[in-house]
């Protein structure tokens, strides 16, 4: 298995533009997982999706954040419009069921300027 | 919020060296795992020990758990360079499809 594929691993763009982030669960896997990485806050839980659903989204920062994921092989993490404080590791991870053992991605590091 | 509180936040040793890290979380666990994280890159699964074991071994790792002081602790024997990394621990605060919680790791670094 590939394991969890991210996209793109490093994404540089301007204040206000918009940003999409994709994850690629591993296949079976059915809960998916955005984490925010930074060294002030460390790891931080986004929102996480079961069988497709999103089912706790408390930790996305404000609405300029969107997360979805159409189905089960695929999830977009969107911020529209970004800025500078946005900049982070973004991880994406998957697993069987919420409380098992999960697979990270590789991250996408995202720089706002 | 934070459910685990790994200490120390970083511990430097020499090779061949004892490391130990310890975790401590607030409420009441179904089972709790640690994870380690190379520099730049995703967290990797190391161990996961159910909240009804007290002890658990994988190789050089060794994780221990005590439910009456909320406490876990890693130990990794005959250190290497290679496991330079940060560690974390994660607890799950019921049975079912909550997420795991995160600390915010112990920095290890291991000295040739």
């Known amino acids: 298995d590939a394991g969890v594929i991210q996209s793109p691993r490093h994404e540089v763009t301007e204040m206000g533009q918009e940003v999409t982030l994709r994850c690629k669960p591993i296949?079976?896997?059915?809960?998916l997982f955005w984490y925010r990485q930074t060294m002030m806050r460390g790891l931080e839980l986004l929102i996480y999706?079961?069988?497709?659903?999103?089912?706790?989204d408390s930790g996305m920062p404000e609405d300029r954040f969107s997360a979805k994921m159409p189905n089960a092989s695929f999830s977009t993490l969107k911020i529209q419009p970004s800025e500078p404080r946005d900049s982070a590791v973004y991880f994406c991870?998957?697993?069987?069921?919420?409380?098992?053992?999960?697979?990270f991605g590789p991250g996408t590091r995202l720089t706002v300027t | 919020s934070q459910q685990g509180e790994e200490d120390p936040q970083a511990l430097s040793i020499q090779e061949g060296e004892n490391a130990t890290m310890n975790c401590s979380y607030k409420?009441?666990?179904?089972?709790l795992q640690w994870y380690r994280q190379n520099s730049g890159r995703g967290l990797v699964h190391l161990i996961l020990?159910?909240?009804?074991?007290r002890e658990k071994h994988s190789g050089r790792l060794r994780v221990t758990l005590d439910t009456s002081k909320k406490s876990s602790s890693l130990l990794i024997t005959a250190s290497r360079a290679a496991d330079t990394a940060s560690y974390f621990c994660?607890?799950?605060?019921?049975?079912?499809?909550?997420?795991?919680?995160f600390g915010k790791g112990t920095r290890l670094s291991v000295i040739a």
């Open positions: 999706f079961n069988n497709n659903v999103p089912i706790d």
């Open positions: 296949s079976g896997h059915n809960s």
């Open positions: 994660a607890t799950d605060t019921s049975s079912g499809n909550t997420p795991l919680v």
């Open positions: 409420t009441s666990i179904n089972n």
């Open positions: 991870a998957s697993s069987l069921a919420g409380n098992y053992e999960q697979y």
């Open positions: 020990i159910r909240s009804n074991e």
